[in-house]
């Protein structure tokens, strides 16, 4: 028992949301539970689940805030279009995109800030944008719940369809990488400086 | 260690009414009474399954942590590194301590409940 280890992918991700000062405490932490609490307990696949939840855990509340602020956009974005459709989309469409980019690179830039890796980034940036997907589907399709006339649906067909609204925030974790690899950068770099000066 | 917003309370009928955003909640008292109740051997794991054993359910080990970081943050818990141990794969571990702040947050929580409750008789019977 002494010497099983929880899913190794699991410690992993742990050790990217974790603050470079909790890291070796917190992960030793959750290590001597599974070995000496959970595994003897419920054995190898429960103890395993039990380390994953943990993880997701971690990882889903060191990106909620971000998450529900893209989310948040995103549905406010979505439900402007269908109830107050504009002429011309183009200043909502930069003002969102600019928005959700700032998230995203504030994301990873605080997520590497913290754990000093940039990696870190690149992972917040990327959970971030799937857990606001998760978000959004759920707040669209809420909206599309409450508004289904025949105006609004001309409106949803008219701003790109509910298709659109339902895949584009999925496909915007890419994006999510891809920022949250720039801003984790960033954030990496003003760790170390960070720790050189303290 | 931060100072502690102090405590604004003011008479009326003979209840002391306390600014309820200053007070603890109650997975923070959980917390807070864990540290206490476990003493030297206060740290992450520890405080984990005290924080369980209180409150008769699982608790993720996330939330036990970010309320532990949230009232050090506050001021009402004090921390040092320990050395690591074989289970833990000599990873250290840290220990918790109360702070004076936090004692008078607890005790500032134990008396608005007091003030709460005062009048009544526990359990309520008749009243609904």
Known sequence: ?????????????????????????????????????ILPARGPSAANRWYVRQVVGFVIRS???????????????TGLDWLVPPADFHVRSLISTLVAGSILLVSGFLASGRSGSTLAGTFAGATTAALAAAVSTIGALGLLAVWHDPATLQAIEGSGGLGEVLLLPVLL???????????????AVVHRVARRIA | ?????PRLTFAHENYIVVFM????????????????????????????????????????????????????????????????????????????????????????????????????????????
């Open chain 1, 1 to 37: 028992m002494i010497s099983a280890m929880p899913p190794r992918w699991a410690e992993t991700l742990l050790r990217l949301v974790l603050d470079s000062r909790d890291r070796a405490d917190v992960s030793g932490d959750l290590l001597e539970e599974f070995r000496d609490g």
């Open chain 1, 63 to 77: 990106n909620a805030l971000p998450a529900l602020l893209f989310g948040g956009a995103f549905v406010t974005r």
């Open chain 1, 173 to 187: 974790i890419v994006p999510g990488l891809l920022l949250g690899t720039i801003g984790g950068i960033a954030g």
């Open chain 2, 1 to 5: 260690m931060g100072a502690r917003t």
């Open chain 2, 21 to 128: 955003a200053d007070l603890l909640g109650n997975f923070e008292q959980a917390v807070l009474l864990s540290v206490l109740r476990l003493g030297d051997e206060a740290y992450g794991r520890a405080i984990l399954n005290e924080v369980q054993a209180r409150l008769d359910r699982d608790v993720a080990a996330g939330a036990v942590h970010a309320t532990l970081k949230r009232l050090e943050s506050k001021g009402l818990l004090k921390t040092a590194l320990g050395p690591g141990t074989e289970v833990r794969a000599g990873r250290p571990r840290r220990y918790y301590k109360l702070s004076l702040s936090g004692q008078r947050s607890l005790n500032d929580a134990r008396a608005a409940a007091n003030n709460l409750w005062r009048g009544f008789r526990w359990p309520l019977k008749g009243h609904a």
